[in-house]
């Protein structure tokens, strides 16, 4: 594969799940990884895993919710690569349950902060190096942002997503002209780390196989199967690749088949 030889990416959120599959597949198919994320040791070891002689990988601890570590993050694409030909967003809070009832508006506004508002720290700090040659910008969405699940309630979640997303149409426009694409990828129910938390606790909670809850969701989907991690870090890649260099402003769900839009 070679969708981003010569390109560099920078990859936030960086972590065992969809971060690091996102970096690796940008490695994969040609690309340098500009890795960012708020753990040191998760860092280093992705791009150890990726990359092992460190050619065409770099890393910096970063905070998104910090413009000054955005900055840092953007200067070290640029300082190592020589600029930045696409940033995709991982980064987000996507840990605290919950709906409307029993909210506790503080950590919604934490959410926020982080989900929508670091999201657009970090492009604002990699569009001087984007507005040179033209560019890609990758939201992760979530499905549930258009189609709340039954068995899960992230309101906070889903609502900081859903605005990120509105959030894509506008920066599509003022974008566009310097030739700077921007899309979301939506996943739905992904076989990471994540989901592999919620059934190991859910069949734990019901004392039933593993399986079974697995079954569940799998029964959702019009292909037998849950995508993965890495299904979504390939859409994130083709986004970020020239091969999508008429697409900008649309959301491309990545789930499967389980809504259909």
């Known amino acids: 594969m070679s969708l981003l030889i010569g390109k560099t990416v920078v990859v936030s959120g960086v972590g065992a799940g969809l971060g690091h599959q996102v970096a690796a597949a940008?490695?994969?198919?040609?690309?340098n990884a500009v890795l960012g994320a708020r753990t040191p040791e998760r860092l280093e070891k992705s791009a150890a895993t990726i990359d092992p002689d460190g050619k065409r990988t770099a890393h910096l601890p970063t905070d998104i919710t910090d413009e000054a570590q955005c900055e840092a993050l953007a200067g070290l694409a640029r300082e190592r690569f020589g600029g930045i030909d696409a940033v995709v967003h991982v980064a987000a809070w996507d840990s605290y349950f919950g709906g409307v009832e029993d909210a506790d508006f503080t950590t919604w506004q934490q959410v926020i902060d982080v989900n929508l508002l670091g999201?657009?720290?970090?492009?604002?700090?990699c569009l001087p190096a984007?507005?040179?040659?033209?560019?890609?910008?990758?939201f992760i969405g979530t499905q549930?942002?258009?189609?709340?699940?039954?068995?899960?309630?992230?309101a906070a979640y889903?609502?900081?997503?859903g605005a990120l997303t509105s959030a894509m149409y506008s920066l599509a426009r003022e974008l566009g002209p310097y030739r700077i694409r921007v899309n979301t990828v939506l996943p739905g129910w992904m076989d990471g780390p994540p989901v592999q938390a919620f059934v190991r606790f859910t069949a734990q909670s019901e004392g039933v196989p593993e399986q079974a809850v697995q079954q569940?969701?799998?029964?959702?989907?019009?292909?037998?199967e849950?995508?993965?991690d890495g299904d979504?870090?390939?859409?994130?890649?083709?986004?970020?690749?020239?091969?999508?260099?008429?697409?900008t402003g649309q959301s491309l769900l990545v789930n499967a088949g389980e809504l259909m839009r």
Request: no cysteine; hydrophobic share 50%; glycine share 6%.
């Open 26 to 31: 940008v490695v994969r198919d040609g690309g």
């Open 119 to 125: 999201t657009l720290r970090m492009t604002r700090a």
């Open 130 to 138: 984007l507005k040179s040659a033209g560019g890609s910008v990758v």
């Open 144 to 154: 549930s942002a258009v189609a709340a699940p039954s068995q899960v309630r992230q």
């Open 158 to 161: 889903a609502a900081s997503k």
């Open 216 to 224: 569940r969701l799998t029964d959702r989907m019009a292909l037998p």
């Open 226 to 228: 849950l995508a993965t």
């Open 232 to 247: 979504v870090a390939d859409a994130a890649v083709f986004l970020s690749s020239d091969r999508a260099r008429a697409i």
